[in-house]
């Protein structure tokens, strides 16, 4: 490629010229503040909003969402970093509450749901008796005020290994999903996971 550029002079003034407009070009992009180039067009949102859209609808036939319940979408979880590896991922859920200096329990166990046909997705949900419901304790708490505290389901976090699939956890309005990759330190801090359905039908998506 040198020798062609320098071989014929009229192509070696075309070469330097459009490398000069590059360099324009890049050195307007650098002056740019960094928060409009990390926006996405208004194309690539709606890519984004049909694809979730599309997901939820596949999902929904695989596994329709109870009333009263969201759905939670954490993607395949086999994370490499350059020298470590996580085979899977810890999970976590609970609710916030008002108590006092009663103590809550929240009852149900996170469990796999069996029987599914999906082959990119592997659904947990809360199971056994009075599965989401909550007790408390009976102590007097004179001249004390509740106050908003969050309340995790015993036996956390929950252990899901990485199979490649995405993981979808069905939970009870108002509960919260937390999760990081399994091995991490203990001050590691945890992700919030956000529902993707549950606070609007899958109807209510389509075009």
């Known amino acids: 490629m040198v020798s062609r550029l320098t071989s014929g002079g009229g192509l070696a003034v075309l070469a330097l010229a459009a490398i000069g407009a590059v360099s324009t070009a890049a050195s307007a992009m650098e002056q740019q503040p960094q928060r409009q180039l990390l926006m996405p067009s208004p194309g690539v949102m709606k890519l984004l909003s049909d694809h979730r859209r599309q997901q939820l609808e596949r999902l929904e036939q695989q596994l329709p969402l109870k009333p009263g319940e969201q759905r939670f979408v954490i993607g395949s979880h086999r994370m490499n970093t350059l020298n470590q590896s996580y085979p899977g991922i810890e999970v976590r859920v609970g609710r916030t509450v008002k108590t006092d200096c009663n103590g809550v329990q929240l009852f149900g166990q996170l469990q796999p749901v069996e029987g599914i046909q999906a082959p990119n997705a592997r659904f947990w949900r809360l199971q056994g008796p009075h599965a989401g419901d909550m007790a408390s304790t009976l102590m007097l708490c ?49 992700l919030s996971a956000q529902p993707l359905q549950g606070s609007e039908p899958v109807e209510a998506h389509r075009n």
């Open 142 to 190: 004179p001249q004390q005020t509740r106050v908003e505290r969050q309340v995790w389901l015993g036996r956390s976090p929950v252990l899901i290994p990485g199979t490649g699939q995405a993981t979808v956890v069905d939970l009870p309005r108002g509960w919260t999903l937390q999760w990081r990759p399994q091995g991490a330190m203990p001050d590691q801090p945890w």
